[in-house]
């Protein structure tokens, strides 16, 4: 869960949470007694929770993929046991009391969720239950608010410029409320990075409206347009169309800064070797995670995802990193022959911080 929680913004260092706080408000989520599970088939149960497996009563659905579970390791608890502040909880669904209390706090941290399961799309990428609306309240009574969200996948974020700080923490796990208090308090230093494309609306999407159940063929095999997007795929599609995303794909933030490059390429075998130097330019230490991206020429998708590496680096430390691009990721489809096929031609490196920050290309 440390290693996978991505802090997405923060300003003007609001994280991590200051020692001189003496107050700190926690809102929403269930943060007082745990962590929210993704549903399923293979649901599993926090091991201290009732007989029935659930730590929160009447949350639905009941049916599959419910129920909606959540595990008990509660952000608050491990907070408290971590500070020196009072550290206490509200629900939140007072919205105009969330924001009254938020005014008197040092730091508030509201925890927002999006349930998800097995076998069902969410009808839209926002946070339901009108918790858009409680972030921005409590936002505008303290500046010194801190979004935790726990999701199974990108939300749009109307808010964004209001808060200080987001994390990305995902459905954490059996630990996940201690992991979050950790990366909140600075014990660990954030070095997850997104799997996924957080887009700016729907709009941006190439299937931007949901068209419910699909047409199957004769064999009952659903059909789909793949025409739409092709190879370009996830990053690959906003790589394409130009459209700027509220966060790229592999992008994550640090409590210290890193220096990349000294980019050098060349082939081995059929794939490319690629090495460069990473160097912790700040004042704590912290994992960078540097990623190479190939780029051929007539490629449909505009460049890959080739290689990457997390590197731990000491304040002041420098690291020289090799890594090899496997030749399937330098392969297309070649429809003529029904098989993929490596193009002669040059071939184009990059090394980047996300797939929308390139710090530098060579070609091969």
Known sequence: AEEGIVLLKNTAGLLPIAKTAKSILLIGAHADVGVLSGGGSSQVYSHNAPANGLIVADEFPSGFPGPKTYHASSPMKALQARTGATVTYLDGKDVKAAAALARKADVVVVF????????????????????????????????????????????????????GAVLEAWYPGTAGGEAIARVLTGEINPSGHL????????????????????????DSHPMGNYDIEGAAVGYKWFDKTGAKPLFPFGYG???TSFAMGG??????????KAGFSVKNTGAVQGKAV?????????????????????VDLAPGSEQVVSVTVDPRLLATFDVASGGWKIAGGDYKVMLATSAADVVQTVTV
């Not at 996924?196 to 063929?217: C, I, M, N």
């Not at 980019?263 to 490319?272: D, F, H, M, S, V």
């Not at 991206?293 to 990457?308: D, H, M, N, Q």
């Open 112 to 163: 927002g969720e999006q349930w998800t399961g097995e076998s069902f799309d969410v009808p839209d990428l926002n946070l339901p239950a009108g918790q858009n609306a409680l972030i921005d309240a409590v936002a505008g009574a303290n500046k010194k608010t801190v979004v935790v969200l726990e999701t199974g996948g990108p939300v749009v974020m109307p808010w964004l410029g209001k808060v």
């Open 263 to 272: 980019l050098t390429a060349a082939p081995e075998g059929k794939g490319i």
């Open 290 to 310: 540097a990623q190479v991206y190939v780029s051929g020429a007539g490629w449909e998708a505009p460049k890959r995802l080739g290689a990457f590496r997390k």
């Open 195 to 218: 799997p996924a494309t957080f887009p700016a609306s729907l709009a941006q999407l190439p299937r931007p409206k949901l068209e419910g159940d699909p047409k199957l063929d004769r």
């Open 253 to 255: 933030l640090s409590y």
